[in-house]
């Protein structure tokens, strides 16, 4: 069984940039939720996918978009970087999308916004 | 508005000893509650999950957690540490029938291990 999986691992962009993070849900997970976790906190929600529709968002302003695809994995785009968008970046998925079930946690991908 | 206090942002117990992790929530209806684990350089990894059933919920690793509604708390234990539960750990509440899974996290606990 494939877990979470996450691309890239890290990378490097400027600010004013774009970036696409990827994420490959566990196999039979139909709902996938992004995360930023800041140096030093706990991560936070940003929002979640079920059956490649938004379907709950955190406080986060709408440069952060996504996607999901037919095969469940996911996309997070984010324009116009801020230096503040410098974080680990966590996908999580799972079989509930209702908030009571056990998410799984990819590696995440870190980013850093010079 | 939910949130959840970790106290304490760094523990060093020695092996053997006592674990306790500490977390109080606040909310307003019924909370389901998480501990996850985050190992470095890994994604985090679900511990133990209180979801309205029994008040102490057993967890994997030897890991244990109380709900206290009283006290509004859920602090994590375990009886003897060991080495290799070295890592930072995460207390979560998410709003019962949320709709989606929006957990709120503290800001975590970093625990060390030391011989």
């Known amino acids: 069984e494939t877990g979470v999986t996450q691309s890239p691992t890290h990378l490097i962009k400027t600010r004013g940039q774009q970036v696409t993070l990827r994420c490959s849900s566990q196999s039979g997970h139909n709902t996938v939720s992004w995360y930023q976790q800041a140096l030093g906190q706990g991560p936070q929600f940003i929002f979640q996918y079920y059956r490649e529709e938004e379907n709950g968002r955190g406080n986060f302003p709408p440069r952060f978009s996504g996607l999901q695809f037919p095969n469940y994995s996911s996309e997070l785009n984010v324009n116009a970087l801020e230096l503040d968008d410098s974080a680990l970046y966590l996908c999580a998925s799972s079989t509930d999308r209702g908030g009571t079930g056990e998410l799984f946690f990819g590696e995440g991908s870190r980013l850093t916004v010079l | 508005a939910q949130s959840v206090t970790q106290l304490g942002s760094h523990v060093s117990v020695s092996e053997g000893a006592l674990v306790l992790l500490r977390c109080n929530y606040s909310?307003?209806?019924?909370?389901?509650l998480f501990w996850y684990v985050q190992y470095p350089n890994q994604g985090l990894q679900l511990l133990l999950k209180y979801t309205s059933a029994a008040t102490l919920v057993k967890g994997i690793n030897g890991f244990e957690a109380e709900f206290k509604k009283s006290e509004t708390s859920f602090h994590l234990t375990k009886p003897s540490a060991h080495m290799s539960d070295a890592a930072e750990y995460f207390c979560a509440v998410s709003p019962s029938g949320g709709g989606y899974n929006k957990l709120i996290f503290g800001a975590g606990t970093r625990l060390a291990v030391h011989p």
């Open positions: 909310s307003s209806v019924p909370p389901y």
